[in-house]
């Protein structure tokens, strides 16, 4: 299974065979690269190939791990079938999935590619089934091409995904690849090997990018706390684990909490304010120093989405250096609440970024042209981007008004990003967190009504969602109670329990571009 650079299981490719064997002889006589001990770099993540069942002990221990370390990000892959979505839905699959993600993991869906091999049909198809069954984060590209020439297959695989609703992409080639791949997908898996990479290996695949673009999978090795923590200067996303033999991903680690443990503890030192919910233009407080997803999307001057914008970087202001580039709207990353930001993109065929939904925007001419927003991180938070045919800048504003929530009836400030003409379409964006303001993902959206109107607009999806609404409509949106949680309050209109069922519904009238944060306790 390993041998071919693949997560996948039980199955291996002859036609790679001596290649993949010297590639491999080669990494295991590598000299580990330990270096002077240092503190975990922060923003990196644990990735966990988990290829159990989801009733099997591994899937409530990780959640277990995350409620343990909440601030150390983790994403998760699944495979009911050792190959990907399968030909049914697997409800077990449903339930498991869905308790990841309200437990604020990252779910992956696994899809083999077959190093480009696969039709881009069948690809598709196997990402349609994982976004219709089990709607997950996003989608893992096992077998990722690890030479040059398949480029815009992986690009188009990228786009297709995220048009399908989900946000985040990973691929494994499981070893280095040439840069024209970087910045494609979310994520490239840069090693996958019995043994520990050495630094040198890590330090010059990822040379002038960010970590968060890369990751390796070390397997068959006791924990190394010390080479953990200073590896984590180049990737992004690990995962070490002392399994091994022909499937090294049908259980945890024995040490999985302390590998855990070691990139939360080694993580930049903060000082602890008092907890204050404070809804903000497209974002939501948090504490200092914890982990945030940054999202940055691109809409023209009706507020309709454009995708594939060219992000040429994002900046770390605080940390004094880049942390993304060279990426495409719509993006995701992590970033590091406190911390100021810069965020660019750039003009593209005759469409000028004039404005941005968040933060202090202005023109720059680097690039050939385009538009920079900067503001301090405060949580999760959404930065739209207008593009328009006119090269003319708007005028950008953020609002800070308090937002308070409780458990009854009561009325919350619109949180908007744009306010425009009544009758025009606007993004509405429906998310969910807990009273600690952390993501609680795929809770589900009862009904989205539009009350003008008398029409349900949407129901049956999970959160994170976004919908297109007619601003001046009034809406009234539903998210049901699932498990232990129960819906308190929402971040905008009038908010009140439902008494013949387990759900919260919010009615508001829509003023332009808008995110709605139910709170789950």
């Given at each position: ?37 240092v ?6 993540g ?13 899937w ?13 990000p ?8 050792s ?24 779910v992956i ?6 190093y ?40 188009t ?50 040379s ?71 809804t ?28 594939g ?10 940390l004094?250096?880049?942390i ?11 970033g ?8 660019t ?20 001419t ?51 990003t ?6 025009t ?9 807990d ?10 959206v ?18 994170p ?28 209109g ?28």
């Amino acid at each position: 299974m390993m041998n071919d650079d693949s997560l996948k299981t039980g199955r291996s490719k002859t036609k790679y065979a001596t290649t993949i064997a010297v590639a491999l002889l080669l990494m295991l006589v590598v000299s580990l690269q330990r270096g002077p001990a240092v503190a975990a770099s922060p923003g990196t993540g644990v990735v966990v190939p988990l290829y159990t069942y989801p009733t099997d002990g591994t899937w409530s221990t990780t959640i277990q791990v995350h409620n343990a370390y909440p601030n150390v990000p983790m994403i998760v892959i699944a495979d009911p079938t050792s190959s990907g979505a399968g030909t049914s839905i697997d409800q077990n699959y449903v339930t498991g999935i869905k308790n990841m993600q309200a437990a604020g993991i990252t779910v992956i869906g696994y899809v083999d590619t077959i190093y480009a091999g696969r039709s881009l049909s069948s690809v598709e198809n196997d990402a349609t089934n994982w976004w219709n069954w089990y709607h997950p984060n996003g989608i893992f590209f096992d077998e990722f091409a690890n030479f040059a020439g398949s480029e815009s297959y992986y690009s188009t695989l990228n786009s297709f995904v995220k048009s399908l609703g989900m946000t985040y992409t990973m691929g494994n080639p499981g070893t280095t690849v040439p840069s024209s791949y970087y910045g494609i997908l979310n994520s490239l898996m840069i090693y996958e090997s019995a043994g520990y990479p050495s630094l040198t290996t890590l330090s010059s695949a990822t040379s002038g990018s960010s970590k968060s673009g890369f990751g390796y999978i070390a397997y068959g090795v006791s924990l190394n706390t010390s080479f953990e923590t200073s590896s984590t200067q180049y990737a992004g996303w690990v995962y070490i684990t002392d399994a091994g033999g022909s499937n090294p991903y049908n259980t945890l680690p024995t040490y999985f909490s302390n590998e855990v443990a070691a990139l939360a503890t080694s993580s930049t030192t903060s000082t602890t304010s008092a907890s204050v919910i404070v809804t903000t233009a497209s974002s939501t407080t948090t504490t200092s120093g914890a982990t945030a997803l940054l999202s940055i999307g691109t809409v023209n001057t009706s507020n309709q989405p454009m995708s594939g914008f060219y992000i040429p970087s994002v900046v770390d202001n605080t940390l004094g250096r880049t942390i993304a580039s060279g990426l495409f709207t719509p993006q995701t990353v992590n970033g590091l609440v406190g911390h100021s930001y810069s965020v660019t993109v750039d003009d593209y065929g005759g469409n000028y970024v004039v404005g941005a939904s968040f933060g202090a925007f202005s023109i720059t001419t680097a690039n050939g042209g385009g538009g920079t927003a900067t503001f301090t991180l405060q949580g999760n938070t959404n930065v739209a981007f207008t593009l328009s045919t006119s090269s003319t800048s708007s005028t950008t504003t953020s609002s800070t008004t308090p937002t308070t929530k409780t458990a009854t009836t009561s009325t919350s400030t619109a949180t908007l990003t744009t306010t425009t003409a009544g009758g025009t379409k606007a993004a509405l964006s429906i998310s969910t967190a807990d009273t600690n303001n952390k993501p609680l993902n795929g809770f589900y959206v009862e009904s989205v009504v539009d009350k003008t109107t008398g029409k349900t607009v949407a129901t049956g999806l999970y959160s994170p969602q976004t919908l297109t609404a007619i601003v001046g409509h009034t809406y009234s949106v539903t998210i049901d109670d699932y498990g232990s949680f129960h819906v308190l309050s929402a971040s905008v209109g009038t908010f009140a329990r439902n008494s013949a069922g387990q759900s919260g519904t919010t009615t508001f009238t829509l003023q332009g571009n808008t995110n709605l944060s139910f709170t789950l306790g």
